[in-house]
């Protein structure tokens, strides 16, 4: 089978989508930081914002997928008055741009590229990153495929989790979303890498849409956390900004947000 390049695959999305190509017989080899311990993947040493390691972690690699992403916001689950000014682009972008070209000199037969469902459209700094990446996977001489899903249960958890100990939470009423599973988006993604398709494939969402206030009711029931919520309506200007938040017409997961919550007790 082929040797596929996971990077990211050490994070919520990226462990699933090696334990899937693994059952698939695929060779897996991981870069990260700090590689673990799983003696059925090759691990190298990198870090995709310096090089470091790039050049190793491609020999041999006929497929890449590309699931890493900086997030300050998403990595402490919460917001600061910074990311709304700017978004780091040092593995969204820089890396990106070193792993394509890596990837053309060795002749990478596929690129899959991870990315979020409406990044084009939103003016959000995090959103014009990724839409950076997307365009330099579309220009690069490597065969790929872009690959976007909404927004992350655990990252949701994960926001909501710091708003617990609040007595109030002021959240959005007007801001609908559709948010998913990893896992089911993990399983997609890796029909992706096998099914020998290329190009922009369908978006990926779950199989609601709700509302952030719904979303927050379903957390604290499953949490058993009463904290008084406090609808807000968002300006026009500021939902526009956020960009689309579903894929109507899209591939959608089966596992709804209060099953989610039912399996994971912790975020983590």
């Known amino acids: 089978m082929d040797l596929v390049l996971v990077t990211g695959g050490t994070g919520h999305l990226g462990r699933d989508v090696v334990r899937l190509l693994k059952a698939q017989q695929h060779q897996v080899r991981i870069l990260a930081r700090a590689p673990g311990r799983d003696p059925g993947v ?6 995709l914002a310096t090089g470091e390691g790039v050049e190793g972690a491609l020999h041999g690699v006929q497929t890449i997928v590309h699931a890493a992403t900086l997030s300050p916001a998403a990595q402490r689950g919460r917001f600061r008055l910074g990311d709304f000014v700017r978004s780091p682009p040092d593995v969204d972008v820089d890396g990106t741009r070193r792993l394509l070209a890596e990837a053309r000199r060795v002749g990478v037969e596929h ?3 991870v990315s979020i469902v409406g990044v084009q459209q939103a003016r959000v700094p995090y959103s014009r990153v990724k839409a950076a990446a997307e365009d330099l996977v ?9 690959v976007p899903a909404t927004g992350f249960y655990w990252l949701l958890a994960r926001f909501l989790d710091n708003l617990a100990p609040r007595r109030i939470w002021p959240l959005p009423s007007n801001l609908v979303l559709q948010p998913v599973d990893s896992a089911d988006f993990a399983a997609y993604l890796v029909e992706c890498v096998t099914d020998g398709q290329r190009g922009n494939r369908d978006g990926f969402g779950g199989p609601e849409d709700l509302s952030m206030v719904d979303i927050a009711r379903q957390y604290q029931r499953a949490r058993g956390v009463r904290r008084r919520i406090l609808p807000l309506r968002l300006p026009g200007a500021a939902i526009r900004a956020a960009g689309p938040q579903s894929c109507p017409g899209g591939r959608r997961g089966r596992t709804t947000w209060s099953e ?8 983590d």
């Open 42 to 47: 090759d691990w190298v040493r990198g870090d």
């Open 111 to 113: 690129f899959v590229h």
């Open 138 to 146: 579309r220009t690069s001489e490597v065969a790929y495929s872009i």
């Open 260 to 267: 989610w919550l039912a399996r994971h007790r912790t975020t």
